[in-house]
């Protein structure tokens, strides 16, 4: 694959090493610094874009790689309030877009398996919490892994009822705990990233799947997963 990297800090560094290494090429390379020379013509050579920058990035970018007709995997989070709009233009545009909170296989089963228990849980009187722990550059908070999460059990619990609790400590690049309690148990479902590496390895699976496609896709139609 022929890749732009938009954004190109921890995780596009982390992803230009992996691609590297299984023979990919990186043909571009964008961050705050040369963002604004960055025109469409610049991504016409590329098979795919990867973009993980900021929240207040994103949307710009997503419009670049339509405008190029480069189809776009987004990891960065915090932005999705715009999705609907953005929908509407990739599909004006009959483009492609793969969006995911978090690209980690582990994170998406750990999705699959909150949803089966809280179904069951929910019914049987337990409440339902959610804490999250990150890095302290993280810019957004929830994380949007904890915002996925929240969305795909919420509908078993009363309105507002799961709440998110976010800290942030040197060095952790992504822990989360997900707790149902009632009067006699605690049942607690935590996924701890070891490294970003998780991240970055569904991140590059999701740009091969995603070029040849037009449309809107998320970690589900990678995985097949609920
Ligand atoms: N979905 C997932 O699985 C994951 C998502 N993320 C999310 O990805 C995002 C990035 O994370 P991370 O790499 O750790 O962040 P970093 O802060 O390490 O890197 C962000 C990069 O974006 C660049 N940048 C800033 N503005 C723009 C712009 N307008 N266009 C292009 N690039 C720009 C920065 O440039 P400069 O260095 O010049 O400032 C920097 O290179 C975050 O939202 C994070 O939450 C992170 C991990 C996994
Ligand atoms: O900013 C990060 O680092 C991460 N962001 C994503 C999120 O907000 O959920 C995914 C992962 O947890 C790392």
Do not use: C
């Not at 670049?64 to 545009?93: F, K, N, S, Y």
């Amino acid at each position: 694959m022929k890749i732009v990297l938009l954004g190109y800090g921890k995780m596009g560094r982390y992803i230009e090493q992996l691609a590297l290494q299984a023979g990919h090429q990186v043909v571009l390379r964008v961050d705050e610094d040369n963002r604004e020379q960055i025109g469409a013509s610049d991504l016409a050579a590329a098979d795919v874009a990867i973009e993980f920058s900021r929240p207040d990035a994103a949307v710009a970018n997503i419009d670049l790689a339509l405008a190029a007709g480069v189809p776009i995997v987004v990891g960065t989070t915090g932005w999705l309030d715009q999705l609907p709009a953005v929908r509407l233009r990739v599909e004006r545009a009959g483009g492609a877009l793969f969006y995911a909170s978090n690209f980690s296989i582990g994170v998406n089963v750990f999705f699959s398996a909150a949803r089966q228990m809280a179904r069951k849980l929910a019914h049987e009187g337990y409440t339902a919490r959610i804490e999250e722990i990150h890095h302290t550059e993280k810019l957004d908070a929830p994380s949007g892994t904890a915002l996925t999460l929240q969305e795909k059990i919420a509908s078993q619990f009363p309105p507002g009822a799961v709440p998110i609790e976010s800290y942030r400590e040197p060095d952790v690049p992504g822990t989360h705990r997900l707790t149902f309690t009632s009067a006699v148990d605690t049942i607690e479902l935590t996924h701890t990233a070891k490294s970003r590496e998780g991240f970055a390895r569904g991140a590059l699976s999701a740009a091969a799947w995603i070029i040849g496609k037009r449309g809107i896709f998320t970690m589900s139609d990678l995985l097949g997963s609920e």
